[in-house]
């Protein structure tokens, strides 16, 4: 175990000479609280590299332990005291203990309850939202903070990337088109962007995630028919969830099932769920609209960057960026759908409407252009919105129509801009 946990204090350490991005979620991990500090998010979306920047950054100092690590398979509960001693011994005292992908301990919670018992600072990293939260929830009695992290937004990247995001000039311009291009196609990983094989790797990614995260931890029988839809299901995203469906497409016995397989790939962080907006309470609970975490996971077959792939990529960046900034906002997040049409997104405040927001990747063809608006539209007269945003591609224009104002903008340059300000009674998205 001494040798285990050596090992990963060197690897943690190579981290201070690697060139990191600062994100925004970082100055959500509150190093003096005494809550524990949950950073939880789907495999290989930075969740480490963030606590430790987090830890560096307030200069304390801590141990660390990863258990996420192969020869730590079958660990229990009670060998965590073991785990402590010997942290001791190779960190000297601290008050601040890092824990790394800590679900895999059953019976984690208890030895976590413990030490904030103790006043120790603790820090716990995980991809399973169902473990996490619930056990936290039933056994530290509301003493955590749950901080979620998505793969890189477009800014990240293009720090990342060293591309400037703040220049208007158009060769500035010109570079930001272009990374959004291999953004677009790769996605927002980390690591994606030091690797050559971008496609052997979220295979990899996938296929762990799958065995490791939802076929071990849930005892799942029939393993095939669950990946079968689990691909399925990434192929088609963005896609409304109709669990009669997908029972009857894979042969499930029973809708149950179904449900249940979705379900451990939202828990996952696989799947991200969108509810369908609705004025009652019961219909926001079904037809829910998933998509892929990242564009990374979508569809990895040959042509996968043709025809309508690149509208179903552009919409499901747009829908992370919105869900990572309307969390932390306390705003909600919808899709309008009816039988007169559909509008992507709808942002709320409580029960107040503060933007409608269509995506399509091409808007120069007249039908197109004419669906689009009109999902604006649908969206204006139900909930009374006048805050309509079409995003595109690459167009950029101010539409009027029927009374009503739409704004045209670039994917790219609203991923940049986006902020939300909430004034009194009236709110701009």
Same mark, same amino acid.
């Not at 930075?46 to 801590?62: E, H, I, N, P, R």
């Not at 499901?316 to 759908?337: E, F, P, Q, S």
């Not at 604006?376 to 029927?402: G, P, V």
């Given at each position: ?48 590299t963030l606590c430790y920047q987090a830890l560096q950054s307030k200069g304390v100092k801590f141990a660390y332990a990863d258990f996420d690590d192969e020869r730590l398979i079958d660990f229990q509960a009670s060998q965590l005291n073991d785990v402590l001693e010997i942290l ?57 903070k749950e901080i979620p992290l998505y793969p890189f937004s477009f800014k990240e990247f293009c720090t990342m990337k060293e591309v400037d995001t703040d220049r208007r000039t158009t060769k500035a311009e010109a570079f930001r088109r272009a990374a959004f291009d291999e953004y ?97 309470? *019961? ?139 909430? *004034? ?6």
């Amino acid at each position: 175990m001494e040798f285990i946990l050596t090992d990963q204090q060197e690897e943690l350490e190579t981290r201070a000479d690697e060139v990191l991005c600062h994100r925004q979620e970082e100055q959500l991990v509150d190093t003096k609280s005494t809550q524990a500090q949950v950073v939880i998010g789907v495999r290989r979306s930075g969740k480490s590299t963030l606590c430790y920047q987090a830890l560096q950054s307030k200069g304390v100092k801590f141990a660390y332990a990863d258990f996420d690590d192969e020869r730590l398979i079958d660990f229990q509960a009670s060998q965590l005291n073991d785990v402590l001693e010997i942290l001791y011994k190779i960190y000297g005292d601290f008050q601040y203990l890092f824990l790394d992908e800590i679900q895999n301990v059953e019976g984690w919670h208890l030895f976590v309850n413990r030490m904030l018992r103790k006043k120790m600072h603790v820090i716990i990293t995980g991809s399973n939202a169902k473990l996490l939260s619930g056990e936290l929830a039933t056994h530290l009695s509301g003493r955590n903070k749950e901080i979620p992290l998505y793969p890189f937004s477009f800014k990240e990247f293009c720090t990342m990337k060293e591309v400037d995001t703040d220049r208007r000039t158009t060769k500035a311009e010109a570079f930001r088109r272009a990374a959004f291009d291999e953004y677009l196609k790769q996605g927002g990983f980390p690591e994606l962007l030091t690797i050559e094989d971008n496609k052997g790797y979220v295979s990899t990614l996938v296929e762990n995630i799958f065995k490791r995260d939802i076929e071990q931890r849930y005892k799942i029988a029939y393993k095939t028919a669950f990946e079968q839809l689990a691909h399925h299901l990434l192929n088609v995203s963005p896609a409304i969830v109709v669990t009669t469906d997908l029972a009857s497409l894979f042969h499930f016995k029973s809708e149950h099932t179904a449900k249940n397989y979705v379900k451990y790939l939202k828990e996952a962080y696989m799947l991200i769920g969108i509810p369908k907006y609705s004025q009652k309470s *019961k219909q926001r609970t079904v037809q829910e609209k998933v998509y892929a975490v990242d564009v990374a996971m979508m569809d990895q077959s040959e042509n996968a960057f043709a025809g309508e792939n690149l509208g179903h990529r552009l919409e499901t960046i747009v829908a992370i960026h919105l869900i990572r900034k309307c969390k932390a906002d306390g705003l909600d997040v919808y899709y309008l759908n009816d039988r007169s049409g559909e509008c992507d997104f709808v942002v709320c405040k409580g029960n107040q409407v503060l933007q409608a927001i269509q995506v399509s990747y091409d808007i120069s063809a007249e039908k197109t252009r004419k669906r689009e608006i009109n999902g604006l539209l649908l969206a204006a007269r139900q909930t009374k919105c006048e805050n309509l945003l079409l995003l595109t591609d690459h167009e950029s224009e101010d539409i009027e129509q029927d009374g009503h104002r739409m704004k045209v903008q670039p994917v790219y340059e609203w991923c940049i801009e986006l902020g939300i300000c909430v *004034k009194g009674k009236s709110a701009k998205l």
